[in-house]
């Protein structure tokens, strides 16, 4: 049974750091492509961050570039988005997804939810202003 749990969510004043943590079990972590999403109250879920299998390549929203950083571990089956600079409106629920067919060399596929197989419950992050 392929199980996604986040964590590392919670409440930070605008400006402020956060890491997010998403451990993966029940599948071959390496050889699935990873990203994070987020949806915000009464918003549709948006894309976040990608990172391929060996963690060399990575997309990102145009939203959190240069503030956000994905990064995987696959000794540890974990991947993490780092956030700095957070603002208000990055305040939404976070949710890790694993993809065992996504290739980032065509970037805009990996912000399409229905290329992940597996989602994680998601993790709320709360930016106060």
């Known amino acids: 049974q392929v199980q996604l749990v986040e964590s590392g969510g919670g409440l930070v004043q605008a400006g402020g750091p956060l890491r997010l943590a998403c451990a993966a079990s029940?599948?071959?972590?390496?050889?699935?492509?990873m990203g994070w999403f987020r949806q915000a109250p009464g918003k549709e879920r948006e894309f976040v961050a990608a990172?391929?299998?060996?963690?060399?390549?990575?997309n990102y929203a145009e939203s959190v570039k240069g503030r956000f950083t994905i990064s995987r571990d696959n000794t540890k089956n974990t991947v993490y988005l780092q956030m700095n600079s957070l603002k208000y409106e990055d305040t939404a629920i976070y949710y890790c997804?694993?993809?065992?067919?996504?290739?980032?060399?065509?970037?805009?596929?990996?912000?399409?939810?229905?290329?992940?197989?597996?989602w994680g419950q998601g993790t709320q992050v709360t930016v106060s202003s």
């Open positions: 029940g599948l071959t972590f390496s050889t699935y492509a």
């Open positions: 990172i391929s299998r060996s963690g060399g390549s990575s």
């Open positions: 997804a694993a993809s065992r067919r996504l290739s980032l060399s065509v970037p805009a596929v990996a912000t399409m939810g229905y290329e992940y197989d597996y």
